[in-house]
Structure formats: structure tokens, C-alpha cells
């Protein structure tokens, strides 16, 4: 049963995003908002891990949160999908269940 | 499909008041259907008609509520966080004791069990919060 998780939270501030991805399980998807869209951004002391979990798992970014923190999208790890609020409502469909990692 | 959003950040606190008001729109925009909304923690602070920002500041309170009018929304206060942060309406005001109260129209105050119920009803729940 494929999981969404949202992530609200910078991995350069909490935890959060770390422990999403030690739980995360092949096949999830994991939806980053608010905070946590710097985390998308290559280059950085995070972006290794984030490649290394997304070799079984889906990334997205909330565009506009990406755009509101001054952030381009040529920026960000290859292979990570960019959507609108749209777009997270068809991930929380495709998706049974959600994990908002608070 | 049915959604259940959870809503524990108060708005202006930082910005999952405002995600959960877009992601709202979003679903009904997409033709889905919400079945309630509950406001939980400092998350019930969305409920109180007496905010007033700056002119130029969106006034999150009435999107919700306007949102509210426009798709007969339920959207739930819970009653412990909202008697802790002096969130009342007429009924709870005056069981209290109190000389007003404050709810905006189209929410309604009530307990946890309602969060369970749309946890069960819907299809999705999706909780936002700091």
C-alpha cells in the first residue's frame, strides 16, 4: 500500500525529513511543502541522502513554495518532479494513505 | 473522492494555515468532496471573527469562512483547544459565563470524536500544521 508523505520542514532545521526518509518504504511518494522545498535544492549537505532514497521512491516539490523561498527549479536534483496544489491533490488520490511529517 | 483535512497551525503563525486553505481549494476545484474540516491546537485560532490585519493582509478567518458559505463546508472547532485559547461561541460563552464570544459564521464548535468520524468517512485525510 503506497504511502504520500508530506514533509513541512527544513532538513537543514529539524529532523523531520531525515526520519521520513529512514521510514519511507520502496514504492512511497514523499511531497515536499512549505519548509522542506529547500530540501530539493542539488549541492547541499542533504542532497546525497535524498538521491540515495530516491532511487525507490518518488520526489515532489510544491512549486510555489520552491518559487516563494527565491529557489529556481534549475536548482533542484534531477529526476525531482515539480507540482501545483493540483498536483498534491492527485498524489494524496494516487496515493491510500498520507504521512504529514509535522 | 472524500477528503478529511486537519488543520493544528493558527494563521499568520507561519504557513500551514494557508497551505490547508489552498490544498481545500484544490480538492474542490478537482470536483472532490470534503467532508469536514477540524480545527485542532492552536489551529482553532482560524475560527475567530474579531482578526484584523493590515488591509493589504489576507484575512484567513473569512477565507474559510467564505469558503465555507460557498461549498456548505463543516468546519469543526475542537472544543478543549478552542475553551483553552478563548475561541467561544454563544452557546459555550454563555455556559462559561463569559461577556462574548467570537466564532466565525460558518464554523461550529464540538469534540474529537468529529475528527475520528471524518477520519472513518472520508477516503482521505490529510493533516497540516506546524
Excluded at chain 1, 513541512?8 to 532545521?13: G, V, Y
Excluded at chain 2, 474559510?64 to 475542537?78: Q, T
Excluded at chain 2, 452557546?91 to 468520524?117: T, W, Y
Aim: aromatic share 8%; net charge negative.
Amino acid at each position: 500500500m503506497a504511502m504520500l508523505h508530506i514533509v513541512n520542514k527544513s532538513p537543514f532545521e529539524k529532523v523531520s525529513f531525515r526520519s521520513c526518509l529512514n521510514h519511507a518504504k520502496a514504492g512511497d511518494s514523499i511531497l515536499m511543502i512549505e519548509d522542506a522545498a529547500v530540501g530539493a535544492i542539488d549541492g547541499t549537505s542533504f542532497s546525497e541522502k535524498l538521491k540515495a532514497a530516491m532511487a525507490d521512491k518518488t520526489v515532489y516539490v510544491l512549486g510555489g513554495d520552491l518559487a516563494a523561498r527565491g529557489l529556481s527549479e534549475d536548482r533542484m536534483i534531477d529526476g525531482i518532479k515539480s507540482v501545483d496544489y493540483a498536483g498534491f491533490v492527485d498524489l494524496t488520490v494516487e496515493n491510500e494513505t498520507t504521512q504529514s511529517w509535522l | 473522492m472524500k477528503f478529511t483535512i486537519m488543520v493544528n497551525e493558527g494563521p499568520y503563525q507561519h504557513q500551514s494555515a494557508d497551505s490547508a486553505l489552498q490544498f481545500a481549494r484544490a480538492v474542490l476545484a478537482q470536483g472532490h468532496e470534503i467532508f469536514r474540516v477540524f480545527f485542532y491546537h492552536d489551529g482553532v485560532n482560524n475560527g475567530t471573527r474579531l482578526s484584523v490585519p493590515p488591509a493589504d493582509d489576507r484575512l484567513i478567518q473569512k477565507e474559510w469562512s467564505e469558503l465555507s458559505k460557498e461549498h456548505d463546508l463543516d468546519l469543526v472547532i475542537c472544543i478543549a483547544a478552542a475553551q483553552r485559547r478563548g475561541i467561544m461561541d454563544e452557546a459555550e460563552a454563555k455556559r462559561q459565563g463569559l461577556d462574548a464570544d467570537n466564532i466565525i459564521e460558518g464554523f461550529r464548535i464540538s469534540g474529537l470524536g468529529q475528527l475520528i468520524e471524518g477520519g472513518i468517512e472520508a477516503d482521505r485525510t490529510v493533516v497540516f500544521g506546524d
